[in-house]
Structure formats: structure tokens, C-alpha cells
């Protein structure tokens, strides 16, 4: 299977497979800097893997995955 991740990632990384990508800096994402490799690797995340597989990440993921299935409140429900 052959995909098309030139719009994920910095120029740098385009052509590359999903394995050397998720090996790469945070950096390699496009939008991020090297500066956010520093701030990111505090947090001992150095790879694309290691962002998001990042706890935090994930949660927050799953989060945003629900809130579009969640149904409001109607008052006089329980």
C-alpha cells in the first residue's frame, strides 16, 4: 500500500516510509521546530512515535473522538 504523507510532514521527510517517520524528531511533523524537539524531549518524548503514543496525547485523542458522539443533556434526564 503506498500513502501520501507529504502534508503531515516537513519537506525534509517527504518520500519516506511510515516506520522512518515515526523515528524522526517531533520536528519532522509540519509546524513544528526544533525548538519544540527541546521542549517535547523535557517530557522524554524525542520520536513521532513517542508523541503519540505520549499518554497525555492519547487521552486528550479519545476525548475529542467521544465528544463528537456525545448527546447533550436534556433537562429532567438521569
Known amino acids: 500500500m503506498s500513502l501520501n504523507l507529504n502534508k503531515l510532514v516537513d519537506k525534509a521527510y517527504k518520500d519516506q516510509s511510515i516506520a522512518a517517520i515515526l523515528a524522526a524528531p517531533p520536528s519532522a511533523l509540519l509546524g513544528l521546530t526544533p525548538k519544540h524537539d527541546e521542549m517535547l524531549a523535557e517530557l522524554k ?11 497525555h496525547a492519547v487521552h486528550a485523542q479519545a476525548l475529542v473522538t467521544l465528544a ?6 436534556v433537562a429532567g434526564d438521569k
Do not use: H, N, R, Y
Open 45 to 55: 518524548i524525542k520520536t513521532i512515535e513517542d508523541l503519540g503514543k505520549w499518554q
Open 68 to 73: 463528537d458522539a456525545e448527546v447533550p443533556s
